[in-house]
T-cell receptor, first 115, second 115 residues
């Protein structure tokens, strides 16, 4: 079956521009996570959606970052007024809490470069 | 808040050497524990997981990890490594935090196996 997909795979943008990153989770997965992976920083949690509950936004680094999940499926991560320090690989993962083991399935990521 | 520590950020081994990657977490309640692996140019994927029961869990490619509750540890082991195991390894903890099932990743350990 289809895995988690993300688009675009690469994005180069100028400092100050807004960007939108998309994640299509595995069909039926109720939980969706966004992470940022920077060189030497490991995986940094950004935001977590679970069903219809309010998202856990505790990992968003600033108010320039926002995310939404429409219809409990596709999610968009938006970064406004991008800065060079936003350059990283943005990973999306989904999981099915119906399995109660919370294993996450990761997408290939979007590599964001802010020039 | 939960946290995960991976003490070795970069490990270099010769083929056939034994591997042990340390992982310690801080959280007082019930946890699920995971090791994920990211091979060069590939997605993050699950290596093994502990949910309940036998604290010694086995994953793909002969990897195993032991959950020692008293030490808050979940170290990854492999008796003999191959060049193809060169990858980055992430320990992760899933715990219930304020009603959310929050997953926290360690910073990762880069393993380089020299032929």
């Amino acid at each position: 079956g289809a895995g988690v997909s993300q688009s675009p795979s690469n994005k180069v943008t100028e400092k100050g521009k807004d960007v939108e990153l998309r994640c299509d989770p595995i069909s039926g997965h109720t939980a969706l996570y966004w992470y940022r992976q920077s060189l030497g920083q490991g995986l940094e949690f950004l935001i977590y959606f679970q069903g219809n509950s309010a998202p856990d936004k505790s990992g968003l680094p600033s108010d320039r970052f926002s995310a939404e999940r429409t219809g409990g499926s596709v999610s968009t991560l938006t970064i406004q007024r991008t800065q060079q320090e936003d350059s990283a690989v943005y990973l999306c993962a989904s999981s099915s809490h119906g399995t109660v083991t919370y294993e996450q399935y990761f997408g290939p990521g979007t590599r964001l470069t802010v020039t | 808040a939960q946290s995960v520590s991976q003490h070795n950020h970069h490990v270099i081994l010769s083929e056939a050497a034994s591997l042990e990657l340390g992982c310690n977490y801080s959280y007082g309640g019930t946890v699920n524990l995971f090791w994920y692996v990211q091979y060069p140019g590939q997605h993050l994927q699950l290596l093994l997981k502990y949910f309940s029961g036998d604290p010694l869990v086995k994953g793909i490619k002969g990897f195993e990890a032991e959950f020692i509750k008293s030490k808050f540890s979940f170290n990854l082991r492999k008796p003999s490594v191959q060049w193809s195991y060169t990858a980055e390894y992430f320990c992760a903890v899933n715990a219930n935090s304020g009603g959310y099932q929050k997953v926290t990743f360690g910073i990762g350990t880069k393993l380089q196996v020299i032929p």
